[in-house]
């Protein structure tokens, strides 16, 4: 079986988590994307949703459904979204699509967030996935200086501008035994918009997709 069908089989899971009326959260990548066309069948059922990206808005849009703007919304219950790396606390490495910031924007704002990925994502310790930093374009020399005295080798992912018009560092070679105190020290440095660390605001459900169909968990 493709990961392929096995992203698509986690995200066919997360649709029973949608209810009737609701305004759903919506993340982006591949695996968020065959959600987002599992969500065409019950389009009818849903007020809305907020997106994480302009890729995620223009896909939701194309399906005709209404896209809101967060200021626009002061709660709603569920997030759907992928991640790159997920831990046994529910804790992940995200922004390989580089929509880190609002990703953990919006998901702060949701009361239930539901992480699908493939098997391939489940590790024992962050980390081997290059952890993603969006920066300010004046410091990104700065912050992987700094980034480099945690022990990490910060890359700068040259061809990416994102949605905020920043600019992305992909952090190679760090072991993440506390993601907690990693994020906080990571987001107080000078110049740093968000790290692609979630684990303040980890996961609540996650569904896998495997060759022997889904593995749902919940955060203990
Ligand atoms: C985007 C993300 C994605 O959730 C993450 O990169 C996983 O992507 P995919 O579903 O394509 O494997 O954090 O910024």
Same mark, same amino acid.
């Given at each position: 079986?493709?990961?392929?069908?096995?992203?698509?089989?986690?995200?066919?899971?997360?649709?029973?988590?949608?209810?009737?009326?609701?305004?759903?959260?919506?993340?982006?990548?591949?695996?968020?994307?065959?959600?987002?066309?599992?969500?065409?069948?019950?389009?009818?059922?849903?007020?809305?949703?907020?997106?994480?990206?302009?890729?995620?808005?223009?896909?939701?849009?194309?399906?005709?459904?209404?896209?809101?703007?967060?200021?626009?919304?002061?709660?709603?219950?569920?997030?759907?979204?992928?991640?790159?790396?997920?831990?046994?606390?529910?804790?992940?490495?995200?922004?390989?699509?580089?929509?880190?910031?609002?990703?953990?924007?919006?998901?702060?704002?949701?009361?239930?967030?539901? &992480?699908?990925?493939?098997?391939?994502?489940?590790?024992?310790?962050?980390?081997?996935? +290059?952890?993603?930093?969006?920066?300010? +374009?004046?410091?990104?020399?700065?912050?992987?200086?700094?980034?480099?005295?945690?022990?990490?080798? +910060?890359?700068?992912?040259?061809? &990416?501008?994102?949605?905020?018009?920043?600019?992305?560092?992909?952090?190679?070679?760090?072991?993440?035994?506390? +993601?907690?105190?990693?994020?906080?020290?990571?987001?107080?440095?000078?110049?740093?918009?968000?790290?692609?660390?979630?684990?303040?605001?980890?996961?609540?459900?996650?569904?896998?997709?495997?060759?022997?169909?889904?593995?749902?968990?919940?955060?203990?």
């Amino acid at each position: 079986m493709s990961q392929n069908t096995k992203k698509q089989h986690a995200a066919r899971e997360a649709l029973k988590y949608v209810e009737e009326n609701a305004v759903l959260g919506v993340g982006t990548g591949s695996t968020v994307n065959f959600f987002i066309d599992g969500l065409e069948a019950i389009k009818s059922r849903i007020r809305g949703a907020v997106s994480s990206s302009q890729a995620s808005t223009a896909r939701l849009q194309k399906m005709g459904i209404p896209v809101l703007d967060l200021n626009e919304v002061d709660h709603f219950d569920i997030y759907v979204d992928g991640a790159d790396e997920i831990n046994p606390a529910l804790e992940m490495i995200k922004g390989g699509g580089a929509a880190l910031t609002r990703e953990k924007i919006v998901a702060a704002v949701a009361r239930k967030f539901v &992480c699908i990925v493939d098997d391939t994502k489940t590790v024992d310790v962050l980390g081997a996935f +290059p952890l993603p930093v969006e920066v300010i +374009p004046m410091a990104r020399e700065y912050v992987a200086r700094e980034l480099k005295k945690l022990g990490g080798n +910060p890359v700068w992912r040259k061809d &990416c501008t994102t949605d905020n018009g920043n600019q992305i560092l992909d952090v190679h070679d760090l072991r993440i035994v506390n +993601p907690g105190a990693l994020e906080k020290e990571i987001n107080a440095i000078p110049g740093v918009v968000t790290v692609g660390l979630f684990s303040k605001r980890g996961a609540d459900v996650l569904i896998v997709g495997t060759e022997d169909g889904v593995r749902v968990s919940e955060k203990s």
